[in-house]
C-alpha cells in the first residue's frame, strides 16, 4: 500500500511541476480546467460553514479554492510544504504524503467522495459550491516594461480568502450582475489576463464577476 501511495505521489508531483512552468506573460489559465498542483498547502475552516485551500507552487499564479456547507464544522487548519492538490471542477483532494494527511472536497452532485488512503488523518466533506480561484502574483509586463496587472499581495490563507472581492459571498443573496452564469446555472468560469475563476453548484445557481485591474476575480453559489 505504501509503494502504490509514493508512486501516485510521484505522479502527481510530475504533472504538478510541468503545470507550474506556466509562463505568467500568457493568459491565466482557465479556472475549470483538470488541475495538479504540487507545493505548500493549507486548508482550513474559512467560518463554520466554508473551507479554504491555499497553493503556492512556486509558478506564477496563486490557486485558491472553497467549499461552502450547509452544515457547519469544526474549525481546523492544516499545512504542508509539500502536498501534492487534484481538481476536477466539483472535487478537490489534497493530500500530504510527508504528515499522513488527506482532504476530500466535494459537493453533492460529485458522487461518492474518495477514499482515505489507510493510516492517514483528514476528512471527506460535502458541500453545495465548490470553487477555484487563480491570481497572478508575477508581474506581466507591457511593451514599455510597465507592470499592467495588479498582483495577488496576500501570503496566507486568511488574508487571500477574506481579499475575495465576492461582493456576495457563496450563499448570499446576490448583488451586482453575473458576467457567466446566472439563474439556472449550476456552473460558471471566467478568465482574463487579471484573474481566473470558476465554480460548481449543486443547489441554488452559480454567478461568476471577472477580475479587473483593481478586484480579484469571483465566482460563487447563490442560494
Not at 510544504?81 to 487534484?86: L, Y
Not at 487571500?160 to 449550476?186: E, H, K, L
Request: aromatic share 8%.
Amino acid at each position: 500500500m505504501r509503494k502504490s501511495l509514493m508512486a501516485l505521489v510521484l505522479v502527481f508531483l510530475s504533472t504538478a511541476l510541468y503545470a507550474a512552468k506556466q509562463s505568467p506573460d500568457g493568459p491565466l489559465p482557465a479556472a475549470d480546467d483538470y488541475t495538479v498542483l504540487a507545493g505548500k498547502v493549507t486548508i482550513g475552516t474559512i467560518d463554520a460553514h466554508s473551507i479554504g485551500v491555499l497553493v503556492d507552487d512556486g509558478g506564477g499564479y496563486r490557486h485558491i479554492f472553497r467549499l461552502w456547507m450547509e452544515a457547519s464544522v469544526k474549525t481546523f487548519r492544516a499545512t504542508s510544504q509539500s502536498a501534492s492538490v487534484e481538481f476536477r471542477g466539483d472535487e478537490l483532494v489534497v493530500m500530504a504524503a510527508d504528515q499522513e494527511w488527506f482532504y476530500s472536497l466535494v459537493t453533492s452532485s460529485a458522487g461518492r467522495a474518495p477514499r482515505q488512503p489507510i493510516g492517514f488523518t483528514g476528512a471527506n466533506y460535502v458541500g453545495y459550491g465548490l470553487n477555484h480561484e487563480i491570481r497572478p502574483v508575477v508581474a506581466k509586463r507591457a511593451g514599455s516594461g510597465r507592470h499592467v496587472v495588479a498582483l495577488d499581495s496576500c501570503d496566507d490563507l486568511d488574508t487571500c480568502i477574506f481579499n475575495a472581492d465576492f461582493g456576495s459571498a457563496g450563499g448570499g443573496t446576490g448583488g451586482g450582475s453575473c458576467n457567466s452564469g446566472g439563474i439556472g446555472s449550476t456552473s460558471c468560469s471566467t478568465s482574463n489576463s487579471y484573474g481566473s475563476c470558476s465554480v460548481s453548484c449543486s443547489s441554488g445557481y452559480a454567478c461568476c464577476t471577472s477580475a479587473t485591474s483593481i478586484g480579484n476575480a469571483s465566482c460563487r453559489c447563490i442560494q
